[in-house]
């Protein structure tokens, strides 16, 4: 990978996290990544999984929920070639046809838009 996650993404959750924050249980949680709701990367001092903090927006129960249009835009990437630490970069790299980060502009509801330059990887 060109660039350090680190540096893209600002923080981080662990899946027991991710679980708290969701109000759902851990294997709902795994679930969320084998489905490709979320995708995340082993880091950190132990290498544990966890994925960006980023991911949560405010759901409709006033708890929190995973970005609904996140899936769709990882399985384009993913069908573009590109692996889970590449699809992090690219989706927390601010990108010139969106004016922000792709992940900022999901959050904000532009998923044509997101979509669009997801299909242009590659």
């Given at each position: ?13 662990t899946l ?19 489905d490709r ?71 904000a509801g ?13």
């Amino acid at each position: 990978m060109s660039t350090d996650l680190d540096t893209l993404v600002p923080s981080w959750l662990t899946l027991p996290d991710l679980a708290e924050r969701l109000g759902v249980d851990l294997p709902r949680v795994r679930a969320l990544v084998r489905d490709r709701a979320v995708v995340g990367v082993k880091r950190g001092e132990r290498t544990t999984f966890q994925v960006p903090e980023a991911f949560l927006v405010p759901g409709e129960d006033g708890g929190e929920a995973v970005i609904p249009t996140l899936r769709g835009t990882v399985i384009v990437l993913g069908d573009q070639g590109l692996a889970d630490d590449e699809i992090l970069e690219w989706l927390f790299t601010p990108e010139p046809s969106l004016d922000v980060a792709p992940v900022e502009a999901l959050r904000a509801g532009r998923r044509a838009a997101v979509r669009r330059a997801a299909q242009a990887v590659g």
